[in-house]
Protein backbone atom coordinates (compact mmCIF):
# COMPACT_ATOMS: atom_id res chain seq x y z
CA UNK A 1 0.00 0.00 0.00
CA UNK A 2 1.61 3.35 -0.94
CA UNK A 3 0.80 6.48 0.98
CA UNK A 4 1.44 10.00 -0.15
CA UNK A 5 1.43 12.46 2.38
CA UNK A 6 -0.04 16.01 0.12
CA UNK A 7 1.52 19.04 2.77
CA UNK A 8 0.13 22.12 2.17
CA UNK A 9 -1.46 21.43 -1.17
CA UNK A 10 1.67 20.76 -2.54
CA UNK A 11 0.38 17.98 -4.49
CA UNK A 12 2.56 16.55 -7.22
CA UNK A 13 1.44 13.91 -9.41
CA UNK A 14 4.71 13.24 -10.88
CA UNK A 15 6.18 12.85 -7.56
CA UNK A 16 3.35 10.13 -6.87
CA UNK A 17 4.31 8.57 -10.46
CA UNK A 18 7.93 8.22 -9.25
CA UNK A 19 7.26 6.93 -5.83
CA UNK A 20 5.28 4.11 -7.88
CA UNK A 21 8.41 3.23 -10.13
CA UNK A 22 10.66 3.50 -7.13
CA UNK A 23 8.42 0.94 -5.99
CA UNK A 24 7.89 -1.51 -8.59
CA UNK A 25 12.10 -1.01 -9.07
CA UNK A 26 12.22 -2.48 -5.33
CA UNK A 27 9.90 -5.50 -6.59
CA UNK A 28 6.76 -4.62 -4.88
CA UNK A 29 3.16 -5.45 -5.85
CA UNK A 30 1.25 -2.62 -5.61
CA UNK A 31 -2.19 -3.08 -4.66
CA UNK A 32 -3.35 0.30 -3.63
CA UNK A 33 -2.43 3.91 -3.23
CA UNK A 34 -3.72 6.70 -0.49
CA UNK A 35 -3.50 10.81 -0.44
CA UNK A 36 -3.66 12.51 2.69
CA UNK A 37 -3.70 15.60 2.35
CA UNK A 38 -2.84 18.23 5.45
CA UNK A 39 -1.76 22.11 6.02
CA UNK A 40 1.48 21.18 8.23
CA UNK A 41 2.63 17.14 9.04
CA UNK A 42 1.27 16.00 12.26
CA UNK A 43 4.26 15.02 14.75
CA UNK A 44 2.61 11.89 15.73
CA UNK A 45 1.82 10.05 12.45
CA UNK A 46 3.32 12.76 9.79
CA UNK A 47 -0.80 12.15 8.34
CA UNK A 48 -4.08 13.06 10.16
CA UNK A 49 -5.46 10.76 12.75
CA UNK A 50 -8.73 10.35 10.32
CA UNK A 51 -6.62 9.09 7.25
CA UNK A 52 -4.73 6.90 9.57
CA UNK A 53 -8.15 5.30 10.59
CA UNK A 54 -8.84 5.15 6.75
CA UNK A 55 -5.22 3.87 6.06
CA UNK A 56 -6.15 0.85 8.48
CA UNK A 57 -9.06 0.12 6.29
CA UNK A 58 -7.41 0.08 3.02
CA UNK A 59 -4.95 -2.05 3.90
CA UNK A 60 -7.31 -4.54 5.32
CA UNK A 61 -9.58 -4.35 3.15
CA UNK A 62 -6.35 -4.64 0.31
CA UNK A 63 -5.10 -7.47 2.25
CA UNK A 64 -1.40 -5.27 1.92
CA UNK A 65 1.88 -6.56 4.06
CA UNK A 66 3.65 -3.58 4.11
CA UNK A 67 3.62 0.49 3.74
CA UNK A 68 5.70 2.63 1.73
CA UNK A 69 5.33 6.63 2.63
CA UNK A 70 6.24 8.88 0.19
CA UNK A 71 8.29 10.84 2.62
CA UNK A 72 10.54 11.32 5.31
CA UNK A 73 9.04 10.07 8.32
CA UNK A 74 10.77 10.39 11.60
CA UNK A 75 11.26 7.60 14.12
CA UNK A 76 8.29 8.48 16.32
CA UNK A 77 6.22 9.05 13.14
CA UNK A 78 7.29 5.07 11.86
CA UNK A 79 6.94 3.81 15.12
CA UNK A 80 3.64 4.82 15.74
CA UNK A 81 2.28 4.22 11.83
CA UNK A 82 3.76 0.95 12.40
CA UNK A 83 1.87 0.45 15.87
CA UNK A 84 -1.41 1.87 14.22
CA UNK A 85 -1.95 -0.25 11.07
CA UNK A 86 -0.33 -3.50 12.18
CA UNK A 87 2.26 -3.53 9.44
CA UNK A 88 5.74 -2.22 8.61
CA UNK A 89 5.85 1.13 7.56
CA UNK A 90 8.86 2.51 5.67
CA UNK A 91 9.18 5.61 4.31
CA UNK A 92 10.80 6.94 0.70
CA UNK A 93 14.66 7.09 2.30
CA UNK A 94 14.33 3.16 3.78
CA UNK A 95 12.46 2.25 0.24
CA UNK A 96 15.74 3.93 -1.69
CA UNK A 97 18.52 2.35 0.42
CA UNK A 98 16.91 -1.38 -0.01
CA UNK A 99 17.08 -0.15 -3.85
CA UNK A 100 20.68 0.55 -3.41
CA UNK A 101 21.27 -2.76 -1.49
CA UNK A 102 19.49 -5.35 -4.23
CA UNK A 103 21.55 -3.84 -7.32
CA UNK A 104 25.26 -3.45 -5.20
CA UNK A 105 27.54 -5.74 -7.37
CA UNK A 106 31.13 -4.25 -6.55
CA UNK A 107 32.94 -4.57 -3.41
CA UNK A 108 32.81 -1.15 -2.77
CA UNK A 109 28.94 -0.39 -3.60
CA UNK A 110 28.46 -2.96 -0.93
CA UNK A 111 30.03 -1.05 1.20
CA UNK A 112 28.97 2.14 0.47
CA UNK A 113 25.30 0.75 1.00
CA UNK A 114 25.80 -1.12 4.10
CA UNK A 115 27.58 1.98 5.07
CA UNK A 116 24.52 4.54 4.17
CA UNK A 117 21.70 2.22 5.65
CA UNK A 118 23.81 1.79 9.08
CA UNK A 119 23.55 5.71 9.37
CA UNK A 120 19.93 5.59 8.34
CA UNK A 121 19.13 3.15 10.94
CA UNK A 122 21.26 4.65 13.74
CA UNK A 123 18.82 7.62 13.67
CA UNK A 124 15.67 4.80 13.86
CA UNK A 125 17.36 4.02 17.18
CA UNK A 126 16.73 7.68 19.25
CA UNK A 127 12.84 7.12 20.39
CA UNK A 128 12.03 4.60 17.39
CA UNK A 129 12.82 1.13 19.90
CA UNK A 130 11.50 1.59 23.31
CA UNK A 131 11.20 -2.21 23.24
CA UNK A 132 14.81 -2.40 24.04
CA UNK A 133 15.46 -0.08 26.65
CA UNK A 134 15.52 -2.90 29.06
CA UNK A 135 18.92 -3.96 31.65
CA UNK A 136 20.44 -7.31 30.60
CA UNK A 137 19.67 -9.90 33.16
CA UNK A 138 20.41 -13.68 34.04
CA UNK A 139 23.00 -15.60 36.26
CA UNK A 140 26.22 -13.03 36.57
CA UNK A 141 25.05 -10.45 34.87
CA UNK A 142 22.84 -8.72 37.18
CA UNK A 143 23.34 -5.16 37.89
CA UNK A 144 23.66 -1.65 36.56
CA UNK A 145 25.32 -3.28 33.26
CA UNK A 146 24.73 -1.30 30.15
CA UNK A 147 20.67 -0.95 27.87
CA UNK A 148 19.91 -2.88 24.67
CA UNK A 149 19.67 0.22 23.30
CA UNK A 150 23.40 1.07 24.60
CA UNK A 151 24.56 -1.76 23.17
CA UNK A 152 23.07 -1.85 19.55
CA UNK A 153 24.43 2.05 19.80
CA UNK A 154 27.67 0.37 20.34
CA UNK A 155 27.83 -1.89 17.78
CA UNK A 156 26.26 0.18 15.02
CA UNK A 157 29.18 3.04 16.23
CA UNK A 158 32.06 0.20 15.86
CA UNK A 159 30.32 -1.26 12.48
CA UNK A 160 30.10 2.71 10.75
CA UNK A 161 33.95 3.37 11.96
CA UNK A 162 35.00 -0.14 10.78
CA UNK A 163 33.40 0.83 7.32
CA UNK A 164 34.29 4.49 6.87
CA UNK A 165 37.87 3.42 7.57
CA UNK A 166 37.36 0.38 4.39
CA UNK A 167 35.97 2.82 2.13
CA UNK A 168 38.96 5.59 3.10
CA UNK A 169 41.23 2.97 1.77
CA UNK A 170 39.26 2.01 -1.12
CA UNK A 171 39.27 6.20 -1.96
CA UNK A 172 42.76 6.18 -2.15
CA UNK A 173 43.19 3.71 -4.56
CA UNK A 174 40.47 5.84 -6.90
CA UNK A 175 42.99 8.18 -6.31
CA UNK A 176 45.65 6.85 -7.38
CA UNK A 177 44.12 5.59 -10.08
CA UNK A 178 42.78 9.16 -11.31
CA UNK A 179 46.25 10.96 -10.71
CA UNK A 180 47.31 7.76 -13.43
CA UNK A 181 44.83 8.94 -15.61
CA UNK A 182 45.40 12.03 -15.74
CA UNK A 183 49.46 11.66 -16.28
CA UNK A 184 48.42 9.83 -19.35
CA UNK A 185 46.61 11.61 -22.74
CA UNK A 186 43.35 10.10 -23.19
CA UNK A 187 40.84 12.87 -21.75
CA UNK A 188 37.55 11.19 -19.53
CA UNK A 189 34.31 11.78 -19.83
CA UNK A 190 31.87 11.43 -17.36
CA UNK A 191 27.98 10.40 -18.11
CA UNK A 192 25.72 12.13 -15.33
CA UNK A 193 21.99 12.24 -15.29
CA UNK A 194 18.87 12.24 -13.62
CA UNK A 195 17.86 8.09 -13.19
CA UNK A 196 16.81 6.03 -15.77
CA UNK A 197 17.41 8.93 -18.49
CA UNK A 198 19.34 6.31 -20.79
CA UNK A 199 22.79 6.50 -19.24
CA UNK A 200 23.71 2.87 -19.30
CA UNK A 201 21.91 2.55 -22.85
CA UNK A 202 24.13 5.52 -24.24
CA UNK A 203 27.70 3.96 -22.71
CA UNK A 204 26.66 0.71 -23.95
CA UNK A 205 25.97 2.14 -27.34
CA UNK A 206 29.38 4.00 -27.50
CA UNK A 207 31.89 1.39 -26.37
CA UNK A 208 29.86 -2.09 -27.23
CA UNK A 209 29.76 -2.61 -23.39
CA UNK A 210 27.89 -4.53 -21.25
CA UNK A 211 26.16 -2.44 -18.53
CA UNK A 212 22.66 -3.63 -17.32
CA UNK A 213 20.26 -1.14 -19.07
CA UNK A 214 16.65 -1.42 -18.45
CA UNK A 215 13.84 1.05 -17.86
CA UNK A 216 13.33 0.79 -14.29
CA UNK A 217 15.20 3.18 -11.95
CA UNK A 218 18.42 3.15 -10.31
CA UNK A 219 19.08 -0.15 -13.04
CA UNK A 220 22.66 0.62 -12.77
CA UNK A 221 24.65 1.26 -9.54
CA UNK A 222 28.34 0.53 -9.67
CA UNK A 223 30.63 2.72 -11.93
CA UNK A 224 31.88 1.62 -14.85
CA UNK A 225 35.06 3.30 -17.51
CA UNK A 226 35.29 1.70 -20.63
CA UNK A 227 37.71 3.58 -23.54
CA UNK A 228 36.19 4.90 -26.75
CA UNK A 229 38.12 4.29 -29.55
CA UNK A 230 37.62 5.46 -33.11
CA UNK A 231 36.95 9.21 -32.94
CA UNK A 232 38.33 11.51 -34.76
CA UNK A 233 40.38 13.54 -32.18
CA UNK A 234 41.47 9.82 -30.88
CA UNK A 235 40.13 7.56 -27.92
CA UNK A 236 38.64 9.23 -24.50
CA UNK A 237 37.89 7.49 -21.60
CA UNK A 238 33.99 6.75 -20.64
CA UNK A 239 32.35 6.70 -17.13
CA UNK A 240 29.24 5.51 -16.45
CA UNK A 241 27.97 6.96 -12.99
CA UNK A 242 24.80 6.19 -10.41
CA UNK A 243 22.09 8.13 -11.53
CA UNK A 244 20.07 11.00 -9.26
CA UNK A 245 16.99 11.86 -8.12
CA UNK A 246 14.84 14.44 -6.41
CA UNK A 247 15.00 14.17 -2.37
CA UNK A 248 18.33 11.94 -2.47
CA UNK A 249 18.66 10.85 1.15
CA UNK A 250 21.86 12.94 2.86
CA UNK A 251 22.81 9.57 4.10
CA UNK A 252 23.60 7.93 0.60
CA UNK A 253 25.15 11.16 -0.86
CA UNK A 254 27.49 11.15 1.99
CA UNK A 255 28.45 7.29 1.43
CA UNK A 256 28.84 7.79 -2.23
CA UNK A 257 30.49 10.71 -1.98
CA UNK A 258 33.87 8.89 -3.07
CA UNK A 259 32.30 7.82 -6.27
CA UNK A 260 30.44 10.69 -7.18
CA UNK A 261 33.48 12.82 -7.32
CA UNK A 262 35.08 10.34 -9.89
CA UNK A 263 33.44 13.18 -11.94
CA UNK A 264 35.81 15.98 -10.98
CA UNK A 265 38.82 14.43 -12.88
CA UNK A 266 36.84 14.44 -16.08
CA UNK A 267 37.88 16.65 -18.91
CA UNK A 268 34.30 16.38 -19.90
CA UNK A 269 30.95 15.87 -18.15
CA UNK A 270 28.17 14.47 -20.75
CA UNK A 271 24.74 15.30 -18.83
CA UNK A 272 22.27 13.18 -20.42
CA UNK A 273 18.54 14.30 -19.98
CA UNK A 274 15.21 12.16 -21.10
CA UNK A 275 14.12 14.41 -23.71
CA UNK A 276 10.86 12.83 -23.85
CA UNK A 277 9.90 13.73 -20.31
CA UNK A 278 7.74 16.49 -19.76
CA UNK A 279 9.11 17.34 -16.19
CA UNK A 280 12.89 17.34 -17.41
CA UNK A 281 13.72 20.44 -16.26
CA UNK A 282 13.45 19.46 -12.98
CA UNK A 283 15.68 16.66 -13.03
CA UNK A 284 18.64 18.75 -14.93
CA UNK A 285 18.10 21.21 -12.03
CA UNK A 286 17.97 18.10 -9.45
CA UNK A 287 21.16 16.95 -11.49
CA UNK A 288 23.00 20.33 -11.40
CA UNK A 289 22.71 21.03 -7.42
CA UNK A 290 24.59 17.78 -6.85
CA UNK A 291 26.89 18.66 -9.87
CA UNK A 292 27.31 21.56 -7.82
CA UNK A 293 27.48 20.02 -4.34
CA UNK A 294 30.43 17.47 -4.86
CA UNK A 295 32.30 20.76 -6.44
CA UNK A 296 31.89 19.70 -10.01
CA UNK A 297 29.66 22.66 -11.25
CA UNK A 298 32.40 24.59 -12.77
CA UNK A 299 33.65 21.92 -15.48
CA UNK A 300 32.86 22.00 -19.02
CA UNK A 301 29.09 20.17 -19.48
CA UNK A 302 27.54 19.06 -22.74
CA UNK A 303 23.70 18.78 -22.58
CA UNK A 304 22.56 15.74 -24.27
CA UNK A 305 19.26 14.96 -25.13
CA UNK A 306 18.49 11.84 -25.32
CA UNK A 307 14.84 9.57 -26.44
CA UNK A 308 14.38 11.53 -29.86
CA UNK A 309 12.80 8.64 -30.99
CA UNK A 310 10.14 9.03 -28.38
CA UNK A 311 9.60 13.23 -28.98
CA UNK A 312 9.11 15.19 -31.81
CA UNK A 313 12.38 16.90 -31.90
CA UNK A 314 15.32 15.80 -34.79
CA UNK A 315 18.28 14.43 -33.42
CA UNK A 316 21.88 16.49 -34.32
CA UNK A 317 23.60 19.27 -32.65
CA UNK A 318 22.99 22.63 -31.40
CA UNK A 319 25.18 25.22 -30.99
CA UNK A 320 24.69 28.71 -29.34
CA UNK A 321 25.74 32.09 -30.94
CA UNK A 322 29.73 32.11 -31.07
CA UNK A 323 29.36 28.56 -33.16
CA UNK A 324 29.89 26.35 -29.72
CA UNK A 325 28.01 23.27 -29.54
CA UNK A 326 25.58 23.91 -26.79
CA UNK A 327 23.12 20.35 -27.08
CA UNK A 328 23.24 17.57 -28.51
CA UNK A 329 19.87 15.44 -29.54
CA UNK A 330 20.07 11.72 -30.01
CA UNK A 331 18.45 8.11 -29.50
CA UNK A 332 20.83 5.86 -27.63
CA UNK A 333 18.46 2.66 -28.38
CA UNK A 334 18.06 3.64 -32.31
CA UNK A 335 21.81 5.18 -32.50
CA UNK A 336 19.89 8.83 -34.12
CA UNK A 337 22.54 11.30 -33.48
CA UNK A 338 25.37 9.13 -31.93
CA UNK A 339 27.58 10.11 -35.18
CA UNK A 340 27.00 14.10 -33.80
CA UNK A 341 27.77 12.70 -30.41
CA UNK A 342 30.59 11.44 -30.98
CA UNK A 343 31.74 14.64 -33.16
CA UNK A 344 30.66 17.08 -30.33
CA UNK A 345 32.86 14.96 -27.80
CA UNK A 346 35.82 15.25 -29.72
CA UNK A 347 35.21 19.07 -30.66
CA UNK A 348 34.65 19.62 -26.88
CA UNK A 349 37.59 17.76 -25.22
CA UNK A 350 40.13 19.08 -27.93
CA UNK A 351 39.44 22.63 -26.88
CA UNK A 352 40.92 22.06 -23.45
CA UNK A 353 44.25 20.51 -24.88
CA UNK A 354 46.90 22.50 -26.67
CA UNK A 355 48.19 20.76 -30.15
CA UNK A 356 51.10 22.13 -31.62
CA UNK A 357 54.81 22.12 -32.70
CA UNK A 358 57.32 24.21 -30.80
CA UNK A 359 60.84 25.07 -31.25
CA UNK A 360 62.79 24.70 -28.13
CA UNK A 361 66.42 26.47 -27.99
CA UNK A 362 69.28 23.94 -26.41
CA UNK A 363 68.65 26.13 -23.01
CA UNK A 364 65.28 24.59 -22.61
CA UNK A 365 65.82 20.95 -22.02
CA UNK A 366 64.57 21.00 -18.14
CA UNK A 367 61.15 22.01 -19.64
CA UNK A 368 61.65 18.92 -22.96
CA UNK A 369 62.20 16.38 -20.16
CA UNK A 370 58.84 17.27 -18.34
CA UNK A 371 56.96 17.34 -21.39
CA UNK A 372 58.20 13.70 -21.92
CA UNK A 373 57.08 12.94 -18.33
CA UNK A 374 54.18 14.23 -19.10
CA UNK A 375 53.98 12.13 -21.78
CA UNK A 376 52.60 15.38 -24.12
CA UNK A 377 55.53 14.78 -26.83
CA UNK A 378 54.42 12.99 -29.71
CA UNK A 379 57.30 13.69 -32.15
CA UNK A 380 60.51 15.28 -31.82
CA UNK A 381 63.01 16.27 -34.20
CA UNK A 382 66.57 18.04 -33.47
CA UNK A 383 68.24 20.62 -36.00
CA UNK A 384 71.12 21.29 -36.92
CA UNK A 385 72.11 23.89 -33.64
CA UNK A 386 71.43 21.57 -30.96
CA UNK A 387 66.78 22.66 -30.87
CA UNK A 388 64.40 20.42 -30.84
CA UNK A 389 61.25 20.49 -32.47
CA UNK A 390 58.56 19.00 -30.74
CA UNK A 391 54.67 17.98 -31.67
CA UNK A 392 52.93 18.53 -28.42
CA UNK A 393 49.50 17.45 -27.15
CA UNK A 394 48.90 18.17 -23.81
CA UNK A 395 46.18 18.85 -21.47
CA UNK A 396 46.00 22.99 -20.50
CA UNK A 397 45.80 21.65 -17.19
CA UNK A 398 48.94 20.96 -17.15
CA UNK A 399 50.68 24.14 -18.36
CA UNK A 400 49.15 25.84 -15.00
CA UNK A 401 52.22 23.24 -13.76
CA UNK A 402 54.27 23.76 -16.01
CA UNK A 403 54.27 27.62 -15.75
CA UNK A 404 55.38 27.96 -12.10
CA UNK A 405 59.13 26.93 -13.39
CA UNK A 406 61.22 29.93 -12.64
CA UNK A 407 63.91 32.10 -14.81
CA UNK A 408 63.92 31.04 -18.95
CA UNK A 409 62.15 28.01 -18.66
CA UNK A 410 59.06 29.71 -17.41
CA UNK A 411 59.00 32.38 -19.52
CA UNK A 412 59.72 29.67 -22.25
CA UNK A 413 56.12 28.02 -21.28
CA UNK A 414 54.26 31.73 -21.47
CA UNK A 415 55.82 32.14 -25.16
CA UNK A 416 55.45 28.60 -26.69
CA UNK A 417 52.28 26.74 -25.07
CA UNK A 418 50.21 29.73 -24.28
CA UNK A 419 50.61 32.36 -26.91
Given amino acids: ?70 GRLSPVQERNLSRRVGLSVLDRTTLILDIFAQRARSHEGKLQVELAQLRHLSTRLVRGWTHLERQRGGIGLRGPGETQLETDRRLLGDRIRQLTSRLAKVERRRAQGRRSRERGDVPLVALVGYTNA ?109 KVDQSDHAAGVERDASGRI ?30 RTIHLPVHGQRLRSLLFELGAVKDERVDEFGGCHLQVDLDRRDVRSLRRLDGADGKLVDTLLLH
Fill in 1 to 70: MLLHPVIDASDDADAREEFRRLAQSAGVVIVGELKAPRQRPDPRYMIGSGKVDELVECVGQAEADLVLCN
Fill in 198 to 306: GKSTLFNRLTSGEVMARDQLFATLDPTVRKIEGLDGGSVLLSDTVGFIRDLPPELVAAFRATLEETLSAHLVVHVIDGADPDRLRHQQVVEAVLEDIGAGSLPCLKVFN
Fill in 326 to 355: SAVWMSARTGAGIDALATAITELTSEGRIQ
